[in-house]
């Protein structure tokens, strides 16, 4: 299992993001995929999930309303779009295979700073 995430940076409060994850050495189609995110000094948060087949997708209230997951399976890509970003949103953002994180491989950094 290898889950790459990308596409991190430095943004303006308010600002918009997207960042990716590619997936590969499993059948990433079939299995519930995972955005979760570390903080400075904090403990890892679950961001959102998506159903297999993207009918469904489920997110933290914190991020409720203002990041929206997507999945390409052509391409064993998973998406998170982020708008209205907040400076609380500043952390590591991973893939995974489920909540706690499993499976995460290199994450990608989202600072949101004036």
């Known amino acids: 299992v290898q889950l790459q995430a990308s596409g991190g940076g430095l943004v303006q409060p308010g600002g918009s993001l997207r960042i990716s994850c590619v997936a590969s050495?499993?059948?990433?189609?079939?299995?519930?995929m995972y955005w979760v995110r570390q903080a400075p000094g904090r403990r890892l948060d679950y961001v959102s999930h998506?159903?297999?087949?993207?009918?469904?997708?489920v997110y933290a209230h914190s991020v409720q309303g203002r990041f929206t997951v997507s999945r390409d399976n052509a391409k064993n890509t998973l998406y998170l779009q982020m708008t209205n970003l907040k400076p609380e949103d500043t952390a590591v953002y991973y893939c995974?295979?489920?909540?706690?994180?499993?499976?995460r491989g290199q994450g990608t950094l989202v600072t949101v700073s004036s």
């Open positions: 998506m159903s297999p087949g993207g009918e469904g997708a």
């Open positions: 050495g499993f059948n990433a189609s079939s299995r519930f």
């Open positions: 995974a295979l489920d909540s706690h994180g499993s499976g």
